[in-house]
């Protein structure tokens, strides 16, 4: 799967349940893709969708964040798919600033909900298949 989409999936804890059921909905397509996560996203998600390839990194206040960003830095991720609670307050709101910050620097695809991320998947897996039969 050399060729495939990396795809950089966060979730805040008020909204992890809603990026395992994205990728339950989304499986299939996500199965084409790499994915990697933040720790405890991606442990959540791997228990519901264990057959996915998908690399958890740590914990977003641990350093997974800057894990992710370091990656989009090096030009490793293809999106972020990253749902944000609005409505907490987050002790390292530094940290997924910094991360989005990144994602618009190095012009990274970002979706922060749910409707936006189902668009954006879409989207670039109909660009990238209409790349691989170019």
Same mark, same amino acid.
């Given at each position: 799967m050399s060729d495939a989409l990396t795809i950089a999936l966060v979730a805040?804890?008020?909204?992890?349940?809603?990026?395992?059921?994205?990728?339950?909905r989304h499986t299939e397509l996500l199965s084409r893709c790499r994915?990697?996560?933040t720790g405890t996203t991606g442990g959540r998600i791997a228990e519901?969708?264990?057959?996915? @390839?998908?690399?958890?990194?740590?914990?977003? #206040?641990l350093g997974g964040d800057q894990q992710i960003g370091a990656m989009i830095a090096?030009?490793?991720? @293809?999106a972020l798919v990253f749902f944000v609670d #609005?409505?907490?307050p987050m002790p390292h709101d530094v940290d997924v600033k910094a991360l989005?910050?990144?994602a618009i620097v190095y012009d990274i695809p970002m979706a922060l909900n749910g409707a936006t991320a189902e668009t954006?998947?879409?989207a670039l897996l109909a660009q990238h298949t209409e790349k691989a039969h170019a």
């Open positions: 805040h804890d008020q909204k992890k349940d809603d990026m395992v059921a994205f990728a339950r994915l990697v996560a519901a969708l264990p057959t996915l @390839d998908l690399t958890r990194l740590r914990s977003g #206040p090096e030009g490793g991720i @293809d #609005p409505l907490t989005m910050r990144l954006l998947l879409n």
